[in-house]
Every structure is written in structure tokens, then in C-alpha cells.
């Protein structure tokens, strides 16, 4: 039964917990680690790197208690430590696959960043050189029929999801197409839910499907044979997406559209 006492400031945990196990877990957090990671959102600092002086795991009557010393602390730093701390008493991963994963986190941090980056800088570039706007007149040259031009922005997403992740598409595409759906009245709103699907089918599809792979290595199974069981369930993807594309209020309604 839960102590009325402890709502609000302890964490009831429903699984038995090994005490050694979480402490030898606390204890790879030790050093000098760059905690950008588990940076709640928001939080103004001007670095992320933290020193830990010792981080121990210790019971205090029915109560696991996490106590932690370092030189500086980020909002919701140690929440965060005790979560992967749980998360290793999980079985999800061992202690001494900590630094190891810190270490990862950075350097996936690191490169969106530096995408994010890259991705201001090409976007100022196509703005110089007035990329969206050719494109609005190429494709307006095409035709001048909006359905056929949404069309064809479907086409061309779906292509480049292929071949490309979300995150580059997103930051590339977004620039140069949302100029041309406002040319014929269509909402940002209802675009840019256009766009995650054609994105999002585009994760599932090969030779770049990141969600595919990923479901793949943990499942343990075959590209190939993943690919063609999941051929049929295409079929209700595309058909949202033209409903998505076609019917504005299947998106707009719950804006008050």
C-alpha cells in the first residue's frame, strides 16, 4: 500500500529493486560528463558539462534514497539519472554501459545541431537566392490545377523519404514548398501534417527507413522479409494521406477550421 506521506515527493516503483545493483549503476555516473542529454527544455546555461563527486544508491527504512554531489546540477538533472539508473534495473542495459551511452547521446546531439545549423544556414541561402519562389513558379508552370500540384508535392516527398531522414527533409523542404501551398490558400497547419506523413511513410520504406531498421535490429529480423510483410499496410498510409491532402477538415477541425 502507498504511503499517503510520500505522494508528490517519493517515486513508488511496482517492481522489487536490487539495492547493490542500483548503487554500482549510480556509480558509473562518476566524473566529468556532458549531461546535454537530460537538459529538460528550456534550462539557460551556459554549459552542459557537470562533475560528479559521488552519486550512491542507499536505503533509509522502506525508502530507496539517490543521493548525488557535483559541482553544478541542470534542471531535472537528477531525475533523469535516477530514471536511467532504473532503467539499467530494468534489464534494458548494463551499469557499465552508462559513460558509453552518455558519450553516444552527446555526439547525436552534436550532429542534429550541427544539421539544425547547416539547415539556418540553407535556408537563409535559398531565401538569398530565391529558391521558393522559383520553385512556386515552377510548379505553378506545371499546373495550375492545385490538386495536381499537391499531387506532385506528395510524389516528391514520398521520393526524397526514401532516400533522406525526417529531420533534413524538414528543415530543407519546409522552406521551399510552404510558399507554394500558400499560394492557393492552403493552411500551414494542414501542410505540415502533409508533410510528417509523406516523411513518416518515407522512415518505414527502404534503403533509408530509419524506423525500419530500427524495428529490424531489435526485432532481430530481416529487412527483406519485414519490407515485403509490410508491403499491404501501405495501402491505408496512402489512402490517410490523400484524405489528409484532400479533405482540409480531416486536420483544420481540430483547430476550429
Request: proline letters at 5%; aromatic letters at 10%; one cysteine or more.
Amino acid at each position: 500500500m502507498k504511503n499517503p506521506f510520500y505522494v508528490n515527493r517519493a517515486y513508488f516503483y511496482p517492481k522489487r529493486l536490487d539495492e547493490d545493483f542500483l548503487d554500482r549503476a549510480a556509480h558509473m555516473f562518476v566524473g566529468t560528463h556532458d549531461f546535454a542529454a537530460v537538459r529538460s527544455v528550456g534550462t539557460e546555461t551556459r554549459t552542459t558539462v557537470r562533475t560528479i563527486y559521488w552519486c550512491d544508491v542507499t536505503r533509509s527504512g522502506e525508502l530507496l534514497e539517490l543521493k548525488v554531489c557535483a559541482d553544478g546540477f541542470l534542471y531535472n538533472m537528477v531525475r533523469a539519472i535516477t530514471g536511467t539508473v532504473l532503467y539499467a534495473a530494468e534489464g534494458k542495459f548494463l551499469p557499465e554501459d552508462i559513460p558509453a551511452i552518455l558519450g553516444r547521446t552527446v555526439k547525436t546531439l552534436a550532429m542534429i545541431y550541427g544539421l539544425i545549423a547547416a539547415a539556418g544556414a540553407f535556408g537563409w541561402m535559398m531565401t538569398y537566392l530565391n529558391v521558393p519562389q522559383i520553385a512556386t513558379n515552377f510548379l505553378l508552370s506545371v499546373s495550375t490545377n492545385k490538386y495536381v500540384i499537391l499531387l506532385l508535392i506528395n510524389i516528391i516527398l514520398l521520393v526524397l523519404g526514401c532516400f533522406m531522414d525526417l529531420t533534413p527533409l524538414v528543415l530543407i523542404m519546409t522552406p521551399i514548398l510552404l510558399p507554394v501551398v500558400k499560394s492557393f490558400g492552403m493552411d500551414p497547419v494542414q501542410f505540415g501534417v502533409v508533410m510528417m506523413l509523406n516523411l513518416g511513410i518515407g522512415l518505414c520504406t527502404p534503403p533509408v527507413g530509419t524506423a525500419l531498421f530500427t524495428g529490424c535490429a531489435i526485432a532481430g529480423r530481416k529487412i527483406e522479409s519485414v519490407s515485403k510483410a509490410t508491403l499491404p499496410l501501405y495501402v491505408p498510409m496512402l489512402v490517410v494521406l490523400l484524405l489528409v491532402t484532400y479533405v482540409p477538415q480531416v486536420t483544420t477541425c481540430l483547430i476550429g477550421g
